[in-house]
């Protein structure tokens, strides 16, 4: 399935380096969504866009900088970070606007912080 | 206090078993609800959403008890390819808000 796309998909960074995660949809789609699942623990929203707006910030931290610059792609700009931020980051997206939201899942960018 | 919770598990049981998940939400004013699949080490997709008047998918039945603020879904038949997590997503529909459960685990066992 190739309706969403994340890049790369597994990274190793230290704590000084600068990276940045890259989504893409084609499903012409409206939202879009960053999440953190880390180990036995559920699914965190990090951000969300709505017609390349950002709507959600969930009290992310600022050493990760979403940027959506349209409605078909998302980045995560990341920045200093520390080893707690290891952790697999799923993009999403979905129609936006629609009665029934259904969301989409890249499959994913493995990240390990050093 | 979360605001989905599931039971973890896992669940072991047999091919064939019928198997049922519950799922609990706090806030009221939630208006979608979906089932997701995750298998280990990959991205949730979506099983089924889930409907008031309760919606069946071959073996995959699901019910939203909105009074009392739970989803089931029930798995009739298992079989070696359902094993999996199993994640209950609510959804804030206005503000595209999703929270997901930390799943249910399901092993089915031959």
């Known amino acids: 399935e190739t309706g969403v796309t994340q890049t790369p998909r597994h990274l190793v960074m230290g704590m000084t380096n600068k990276k940045s995660l890259k989504c893409e949809q084609h499903l012409g789609h409206n939202a879009m969504y960053w999440y953190k699942q880390s180990a036995k623990k559920p699914l965190e929203l990090m951000f969300v866009?709505?017609?390349?707006?950002?709507?959600e910030n969930n009290s992310v931290p600022s050493r990760f900088s979403p940027e959506c610059p349209n409605s078909s792609h998302l980045f995560l700009h990341l920045h200093t970070l520390q080893p707690e931020d290891s952790a697999l980051y799923l993009c999403a997206s979905s129609p936006g606007g629609a009665v029934e939201e259904t969301q989409y899942f890249g499959p994913g960018t493995r990240l390990l912080v050093l | 206090r979360k605001e989905v919770e599931q039971d973890p598990g896992p669940f072991n049981v047999p091919e064939g078993a019928t198997v049922a998940f519950n799922c609990t939400y706090s806030?009221?004013?939630?208006?979608?609800f979906f089932w997701y699949r995750q298998d280990c080490r990959k991205e949730p997709k979506l099983l089924m959403s889930?409907?008031?008047s309760g919606n069946e998918d071959g073996r995959f039945t699901a019910q939203l008890n909105r009074a009392s603020q739970y989803i089931s879904l029930l798995i009739r038949d298992s079989k070696l390819s359902d094993s999996a997590t199993y994640l209950c997503v609510v959804n804030e529909r206005n503000f595209n808000k999703f929270y997901f459960g930390s799943g249910t685990k399901l092993n089915v066992k031959p």
């Open positions: 866009y709505n017609f390349k707006e950002q709507t």
């Open positions: 806030n009221s004013a939630s208006q979608s």
């Open positions: 889930v409907y008031s």
